[in-house]
T-cell receptor, first 115, second 109 residues
Framework: IAGITQAPTSQILAAGRRMTLRCTQD?????MYWYRQDLGLGLRLIHY???????GKGEVPDGYSVSRANTDDFPLTLASAVPSQTSVYFC??????????????FGPGTRLTVL | GQNIDQPTEMTATEGAIVQINCTYQ??????LFWYQQHAGEAPTFLSY??LDGLEEKGRFSSFLSRSKGYSYLLLKELQMKDSASYLC??????????WGAGTKLIIKP
């Protein structure tokens, strides 16, 4: 399967529970990203990784953590979910940081509801 | 602060032409992207502008004026399948994408 896969497709979670959203890409892209998308707002960057072994904080990192143990996988963890984390989460990847390599390709998304 | 502005919603007729505008104020500029997003689906890449001028790709064209902080996406010969949201995004000085809230385009027969 070429591209980016995310799991689960959707999830309903009780507040206070821990949850890991999975993201895997097979394009050997260097950079990976996690966004959340809420109605009426643009995509907001949560965390990113420019290359395996490194991560950085985006615009809205609080309550989330990531790891990048290898090139392909970039899981996002909610340590203790809260209702405000109800959103659609997209994982994306790009080959690099210059020119045409900047184009980001998106996974299908995970729809998360925290009750 | 950083800001990307685009209209919330636009309506157009099948077969017509529509122009979706985007204005931006960001800390630095390393390119502007347009993405298409159908309801319930992931965004997909349409175009990338880093220099002033018009980039044409089939029925879709994108224009950039860096001095005015302005871009537009032009869609010609509209088809029903073009009904979607169109997202404008700017790559800032930290090479992070700043996204607009998107323009929902409704195509009527």
């Amino acid at each position: 399967i070429a591209g980016i896969t995310q799991a689960p497709t959707s999830q309903i979670l009780a507040a206070g529970r821990r949850m890991t959203l999975r993201c895997t890409q097979d394009m050997r892209h260097n950079a990976m990203y996690w966004y959340r998308q809420d109605l009426g707002l643009g995509l907001r960057l949560i965390h990113y990784s420019n290359t395996a072994g490194t991560t950085g904080k985006g615009e809205v990192p609080d309550g989330y953590s990531v790891s990048r143990a290898n090139t392909d996988d970039f899981p996002l963890t909610l340590a203790s979910a809260v209702p405000s984390q109800t959103s659609v989460y997209f994982c994306a990847s790009s080959d690099g940081l210059a020119g045409g390599n900047l184009i980001q390709f998106f996974g299908p998304g995970t729809r998360l509801t925290v009750l | 602060g950083q800001n990307i502005d685009q209209p919330t919603e636009m309506t157009a007729t099948e077969g017509a032409i529509v122009q979706i505008n985007c204005t931006y104020q960001t800390s630095g500029f390393n390119g502007l992207f347009w993405y298409q997003q159908h309801a319930g689906e992931a965004p997909t890449f349409l175009s990338y502008n880093v220099l002033d001028g018009l980039e044409e790709k089939g029925r879709f064209s994108s224009f950039l004026s860096r001095s005015k902080g302005y871009s537009y996406l032009l869609l010609k010969e509209l088809q029903m399948k073009d009904s979607a949201s169109y997202l404008c995004a700017v790559l800032d000085s930290n090479y992070q994408l700043i996204w607009g809230a998107g323009t929902k385009l409704i195509i009527k027969p």
